[in-house]
């Protein structure tokens, strides 16, 4: 057999590749053979697609509430009150009627606050401070001072507060427009609760106008920042760091239920605090809601709007000429929902202003004029004005001490009566007790301690020098 040189056998391989790259490459150059008539493809209609919804958390929603509690904390304040504990007469335990009555003891108590002035005047609720011995506010920054109250309202529990030794100018927040706010809107929480200084919570408006049957001027806004026991009194602010609301109550048990008042209720009632007693418009009649089965009793179309069941005798109402049946559908213009909306609007009215009623009356419209009488103290809430005379608010009779044997009379007052619960029983004065020295000076008569203690400013401790059969004693006695 004859063999192959290598050359011979690398030139055949070499022939048979380039055949097999040339075919391939014609292969890819030629096209494949199509149909004579290409089928019309079969097309499926397609809706559009739905558009997107609008964000559900607006776009300029908070990422931090952080520069907003910065802007407001300094403002906020803690009210650490004592409180009388107690309430009702005891009877008499045989110490007590050998020796007198026993001081009743103190408690702590504590709530929130803020100033509204930057002399120092404090907005706080009324329950808060209600039964107040001595009241001390402490800041955000650590300062404290002393307090006095300038006035307070039960019916909306509002309490306004003095700060003493005030000798620069504070920080304050500014109230917001409460109606301004809508349900879902942001808000904020700061206060003391527990005890727990300048807590921050967030929330939402929950609801407004709630009616929780605490008062007839229930007006509440719900949030679900959490409120607790001691942020009672505190701001609820609006993402501007407007007071929106005065933390005020929760519903026992549940979570995220709060209740504040609405600042434009604080701040319609600010003057009148600050005069140290709410004076409330009136029209004596009594009113109830139009609802369907009434209307259709009255004949009437209507189911908004006060009706008139009764017309009081003599009262501004009736000089105004109401009647029993009227339907009272607008104040000053002003639409009014219901009876409970009405009450509320006058009770924010000073008495004296006149006002324009619009009733529906037989199926006329027609206006009237009212001018507003001052509401009755239906509750026997009886609270003083702030310039009443401070030693009527003391709970303390003394008068001069008797003669002795030989005709002299000893020098100073005996005390006479102490009332329970006020702040001669809370400083442990006892009758039979003979003050002899009060503020430093030698007291000769009954007469010399009224001027002493005439003199002496709210919220001042006297120190009172005292004799009775167990010694002498000193006792520190706190004007109202």
Known sequence: MRARHPRSLT???TSLLVAIVTVTACKQEVPEPQPAEAPTPVRVREEPPPPSPEPIVPMGAPTSFAPLVERVKGAVVNVDVQVRSGGRRRPMSPYERFFGPQAPQLEQSAGSGFIVEADGKVMTNNHVIEGAVAIRVRLDDGRSFA?????RDPLTDLALLQLEGVKEPLPTVQFGDSRALNVGDWVVAVGNPFGLAS???AGILSARSRDIQSGPYDDFLQTDAAINPGNSGGPLFNLAGEVIGINTAIVGGASGIGFAVPSNMARELMPQLEQGVVR???IGVSMTDVTSPIAKALGIAREDGALVAEVGEGSPGEAAGLRAKDVVIALDGAALRD???????IGLMPPGRTVTLTVERDGKTRDLKVELGERPDFEGIGIPARNADPLAQLGLSFEDAAPRAGGRRLPGAIITEVEPESPAAYADLRPGMLIIEAGGR???SAEA???VLQSARSGQMV????ASGRGGAIRALQMP
Not at 147 to 151: E, F, P, T
Not at 339 to 345: E, G, P
Not at 463 to 466: F, G, T
């Open 449 to 451: 301690l009224r001027q």
């Open 11 to 13: 030139h055949g391989l």
């Open 463 to 466: 120190l009172l020098v005292v």
């Open 280 to 282: 409330r418009g009136w």
């Open 199 to 201: 807590s921050v919570s």
């Open 147 to 151: 307090a006095k109250v300038v006035g």
């Open 339 to 345: 009876a409970r909306m009405l009450t509320q609007r």
């Open 442 to 444: 030698r007291v000769q």
